[in-house]
């Protein structure tokens, strides 16, 4: 069992950019997919972005150009930098280590104030 840990959330204007990280309690090497879902009030979680363990990268159509995902699988950690942040990124953040699991984190709030 992993423990998934994330951080960085917060407040931010619109435009304004955020770095989420999220600390993996052990070894992710063997997880083949990361991925950071977002949950806004009264609606479904979706998926952000995702990363494979090589680096195939995969985003949501609402956030790609804005929003770049990446990990470390030696430092076990797993990135989400987001950039030009509009007030419809708004939502509880979690880190997921999919394929062939399903870990998820506590979630982070981002808020971003118009």
């Known amino acids: 069992q992993v423990q998934l840990v994330e951080s960085g959330g917060g407040l931010v204007q619109a435009g304004g950019s955020l770095t989420l990280s999220c600390a993996a309690s052990?070894?992710?090497?063997?997880?083949?997919?990361m991925g950071w879902y977002r949950q806004a009030p009264g609606k479904q979680r979706e998926l952000v972005a995702s990363?494979?363990?090589?680096?195939?990268?995969n985003y949501a159509d609402s956030v790609k150009g804005r929003v770049t995902i990446s990990r470390d699988n030696a430092k076990n950690t797993v990135s989400l930098q987001m950039t030009n942040l509009k007030p419809e990124d708004t939502a509880v953040y979690y880190c997921?280590?999919?394929?062939?699991?399903?870990?998820w984190g506590q979630g982070t709030q981002v808020t971003v104030s118009s």
């Open positions: 997921n280590g999919g394929w062939p699991y399903n870990y």
């Open positions: 052990g070894s992710i090497f063997s997880i083949n997919v």
């Open positions: 990363i494979t363990r090589v680096g195939r990268t």
